[in-house]
């Protein structure tokens, strides 16, 4: 889920994009240069919540080029009823969020957040993190780390 930090540069998660056979998202950058693509699992506590998205879905006539991900597909207490789920309705979510937190929650803080518990597993690594947040250079991998003296003494403290 922590591509959802990046819903400004990523299309819409559409039907087509989801592979339950496989358990596979995949994950397509619009407007970039190379065109990429990347490949991420499905987490097993994640896989009902998208048969069941996927089901509601389908009896609501969704086709595959559609956003799935869309509240204006799903609720009937939007004006924009049936229509693509705009930029400013992602950010009203996030406050929305944040209010019922009583914390701020930002889309970017949230991917940050989840870069940063990956880095701190003792089984995770650099190559894993980059690779589920869909970076193509390490650099940019390094700067979601933040500095934990705890890990550093639980390292220098082994035997």
Known sequence: ?????????RKPYFWRFIDLVHDKLFIQSEGSKIHDEHVVPIAS?????????????????????D???????FS???????????????SYFFAKLSDACHSRFLSHR????????????????????????GHHDIKVTLSYIEHNV??????VERD
């Open 1 to 9: 889920m922590a591509e959802l930090g990046r819903h400004h540069r």
């Open 45 to 65: 506590l994640l896989r009902p919540w998208l048969e069941h998205l996927l089901e509601k879905a389908e009896t609501r006539g969704i086709r595959a080029d």
């Open 67 to 73: 956003q799935l991900f869309n509240i204006n597909r």
């Open 76 to 90: 009937r207490r939007t004006l924009r009823q049936g229509k693509v789920m705009t930029e400013n309705q992602v």
């Open 110 to 133: 949230y991917r940050h957040t989840v870069a940063t518990e990956l880095m701190q597993k003792p089984e995770q690594n650099l190559y894993v993190t980059q690779k589920l947040l």
């Open 150 to 155: 705890e890990m550093l003494r639980s390292c």
